[in-house]
């Protein structure tokens, strides 16, 4: 059983930064894609970022591309993502995820998940 532990939420104005935090509680977390995604209120899951195993590979929504910042330090078992220039767009509860295999863009995909860190932007 992995267990994931989100950190790094909290309240921001529109144009601040923050940087979330996922830690893992087991070794294996060095050999698996991770991949963050976000829930807004009323609205469904979605992809956000995810980072290949070594992070050789990233991928990014649309939405975050050029804001978002998406990295890993397997010698911690801890995945971060850096977001810049927020809007009040990008509130929503944040969730990491261990890939299990498949497209990285699915939740489905994603066999471990963490509690959520709440992002909030004002305007």
């Known amino acids: 059983q992995v267990q994931l532990v989100e950190s790094g939420g909290g309240l921001v104005q529109a144009g601040g930064s923050l940087r979330l935090s996922c830690a893992a509680s087991?070794?294996?977390?060095?050999?698996?894609?991770m991949g963050w995604f976000r829930q807004g209120p009323g609205k469904e899951r979605e992809f956000v970022a995810a980072?290949?195993?070594?992070?050789?590979?990233?991928a990014y929504a649309d939405s975050v591309k050029g804001r978002f910042t998406l990295s890993r330090d397997n010698a911690k078992n801890t995945v971060y993502l850096q977001m810049n220039s927020l809007r009040p767009e990008d509130t929503a509860l944040y969730y990491c995820?261990?890939?299990?295999?498949?497209?990285?863009?699915?939740?489905?995909?994603?066999?471990?998940w963490g509690q959520g860190t709440q992002v909030t932007v004002s305007s």
């Open positions: 980072i290949s195993w070594n992070a050789g590979s990233t």
């Open positions: 995820a261990k890939l299990g295999g498949g497209n990285w863009y699915r939740p489905s995909s994603y066999d471990y």
């Open positions: 087991k070794g294996t977390f060095s050999s698996h894609a």
